[in-house]
């Protein structure tokens, strides 16, 4: 044992037991490691899951059914982020593509293939979140190991990559700001909503909103000197 997984490690009485926990709380610490402060607890237990079995078993995550896109950004499911658009993308041309044409499928019918596409864009990475995530991570553990020259140098190097707060929040603010602009555009090609006053009118406000505090205090100094001028009348 050396000095790099002293801090890992236990001594129990029997040498296989030991090197066997060792060696699975060396990889419990890794996982957790690369996977950051964010809802480690969860990922480490379905981690266990999964290499316990051996297999691909679905599971429930919220935050890969609910957000999705933002999910994947974060978590750095670049490779399931293109190909999850993709099929987004064909699919929805499929479902334009039969409304165009004219197909003979009734309306509600339609809206039931609409209706079972959303459903399905949101359920399936929900049930297979972990796994992506349980693939990237150890991925990522692999190469850290063999990239540092010691175990401690990978946990190193795999907190500094891991997904955290900071992160988080940018990529909210930016999915809200692309989720505001296309309700926008989309309200304007629709042409009930005209969103080029709104615009001007919040320009106008936004060069004024610096002034405020000084407007506040000349108002003040306004009323201090009236309130002198009477007390001096009087």
């Known amino acids: 044992m050396n000095a790099d997984t002293a801090s890992f490690t236990s001594t129990p009485a029997d040498p296989e037991g030991a090197g066997q926990q060792s060696s699975e709380q060396l990889g419990t610490a890794l996982y957790a490691a690369a996977l950051g402060p964010l809802n480690a607890p969860h990922y480490l237990a379905a981690f ?3 290499e316990a079995t051996g297999r691909v078993l679905p599971g429930w995550n919220w935050a890969a059914a ?4 933002v ?7 670049w490779r399931a982020l293109a190909g999850y658009l993709a099929g987004l993308g064909v699919l929805a041309l499929a479902l334009w593509g039969l409304w165009q044409v004219g197909t003979p499928l009734p309306v509600p019918v339609l809206a039931g293939l609409a209706l079972a596409a959303v459903l399905l ?3 399936l990475p929900g049930l297979y979140g972990d796994v992506l995530v349980h693939r990237q991570v150890r991925r990522q553990v692999d190469a850290a190991v063999a990239a540092a020259p010691s175990l401690r140098d990978a946990m190193l190097l795999l907190q500094a990559r891991a997904p955290n707060k900071p ?3 940018w990529l909210t603010v930016g999915s ?3 989720l505001m602009t296309l309700v926008a555009l989309g309200a304007w090609g629709c042409g009930g909503w005209p969103i080029a006053p709104i615009l001007r009118r919040w320009w106008k406000a936004r060069r004024w909103l610096p002034r405020l505090p000084r407007l506040h205090q000349l108002r003040r100094l306004n009323r201090r000197r009236l309130w002198l001028r009477l007390h001096r009348r009087q």
Do not use: D, Q, S
Not at 66 to 69: A, E, N, P, S, Y
Not at 71 to 77: S, V
């Open 176 to 178: 809200a700001a692309a």
């Open 167 to 169: 992160r988080l929040l």
């Open 71 to 77: 999910w994947m950004a974060f978590r750095g499911l």
């Open 121 to 123: 864009a949101f359920v």
């Open 48 to 50: 266990e899951r999964l």
């Open 66 to 69: 609910v957000t999705t896109l």
